[in-house]
């Protein structure tokens, strides 16, 4: 017997999202629901979902932005938008925002279903879950995501949460731009100033931690983001 599929749904509707989330969890499915696109990361972050349902228009942050954000944090996790729009171009922005599917509105259970059942097992057949960097190599480092730490062959470094989230991020996306604000709103929620002010300070720390193997770098964009080299 399987576990229990654990799903975020976003959805701004009150009623529309009473009657999907009840009828998921009679189905068997664990279900954890917010309202907008900033609760919805924070929420992300803390339960850790299988599986995402996302609304594309959603208050405070749209459903795309979301799912570019959950991408960063977790590049393999399936992604389902559901949406009234149906235009062409709507169903390409959905797929170039980490979408692996589309859904239009109204839709039936049944159909809701057999596409997360669809996404669902593709995802454990590749042997996926929600720590998808659990032990990786970076440079002459083993970076140990589970246990929040980096060990290189005469030192053992434990990263804050904050450092390991930001570091996971970072070594998904080798060699890729990353840009800052979408750091700042995957890690903190949103773009202020004061979180700004954060991540330069756990970039340096970074920085120092992987200091050792110069072939291992965070670089700069300046105005755009981060890439980092390994």
Known sequence: ???AVK???????????KIVKESLESRGYVVEMATDGVAAIELFR???????LLDVMLPKKDGFTLGREIRLLNPGIPILFLT?????????EGFKSGGNDYIKKPFSMEELIA?????WKMYAAGDSNS?????GSIGRFAFHYKEMKLVNEDETVKLSHRENELLKLLASHPNQVIERKQILNALWGDDHFFNSRNLDVYIRKLRSHLAKDPHVQIVTLKGVGYRFVC
């Open 46 to 52: 803390k339960c850790s979902p299988d599986v995402c």
């Open 115 to 119: 596409r997360i059942e669809n996404m």
């Open 84 to 92: 009234a729009k149906d235009q062409t171009e709507d169903v390409l």
């Open 7 to 17: 799903v975020l749904y976003v959805e701004d509707e009150p009623f529309l999202g």
């Open 131 to 135: 720590d998808t960097l659990q032990i």
């Open 1 to 3: 017997m399987r576990r």
